[in-house]
């Protein structure tokens, strides 16, 4: 049973433009959340994070928001870069806990 | 910085094989991980260990095993490898909720 879901596989967007990545949770013990990317033929690297005592994290041209009623978050790239393309995965873990729950993934085309 | 390094980045086996893959990581971390990613399916876990000695089973251990008998190396096996074992592996280690990564290993088992 998928706990972290982003049900866009794929997304493009034009460069210069917002890029919003979606990504949905079930487990209400969840309470601290991240945003990978990853390129082909390469490990994830870690790109954000937020606490579940936020509702938003910033850093640079990355913004993550996180709607705990809603189980919710997304990551807002502004503005877009063609570097920026590549799959972003959504996970989150609980404070409990020492597993991580990753998402499908996203793939971001940034057209240029 | 930390590192996570696997052993290959590309590998080839034939069917049946007992296939053996590397994980070293320098920042004394306790919690080791091994993950596969598919397109479509994401990063599933494979097993994971928080301590020497210590395993846990993921969402997906069937046909493999792992070894932890050192804090900075975790090795994942391959018991006899089959064709659906043909994935990207995916190390990482973790302390304090983040997790860091290695380069990625693409086996093809043919």
């Known amino acids: 049973d998928q706990q972290v879901k982003q049900n866009s596989p794929s997304l493009s967007v034009q460069e210069g433009r917002i890029s919003i990545l979606n990504c949905d949770y079930t487990?209400?013990?969840?309470?601290?959340f991240l945003w990978y990317k990853k390129y082909p033929a390469e490990g994830p690297t870690f790109l954000i994070s937020?606490?579940?005592?936020?509702d938003k994290n910033e850093d640079g041209r990355f913004t993550v928001f996180l709607n705990k009623s809603a189980k919710h978050l997304s990551l807002h790239i502004v503005p877009s870069q063609p570097g920026d393309s590549a799959v972003y995965f959504c996970?989150?873990?609980?404070?409990?806990?020492?597993?991580?729950?990753f998402g499908t993934g996203t793939s971001l085309t940034v057209i240029p | 910085d930390v590192k996570v390094t696997q052993s290959s980045r590309y590998l080839v086996k034939r069917t049946g094989e007992k296939v053996f893959l590397e994980c070293v990581q320098d920042?004394?971390?306790?919690?080791m991980f091994w993950y596969r990613q598919d397109p479509g399916l994401g990063l599933r876990l494979i097993y994971f260990?928080?301590?020497?000695?210590?395993?846990e089973k993921g969402d997906i251990p069937e046909g493999y095993s792992v070894s932890r008998e050192k804090k900075e190396r975790f090795s994942l096996i391959l018991e006899s490898a089959s064709t659906n074992q043909t994935s990207m592996y995916l190390c990482?280690?973790?302390?304090?909720?983040?997790?860091?990564f290695g380069q990625g290993t693409r086996l093809t088992v043919v």
């Open positions: 990482a280690s973790s302390f304090t909720g983040l997790a860091f």
């Open positions: 487990n209400s013990m969840f309470d601290y």
């Open positions: 937020i606490s579940s005592i936020k």
């Open positions: 996970a989150a873990s609980a404070y409990t806990g020492n597993q991580f729950y």
């Open positions: 920042m004394d971390h306790e919690n």
């Open positions: 260990s928080y301590d020497v000695k210590m395993k």
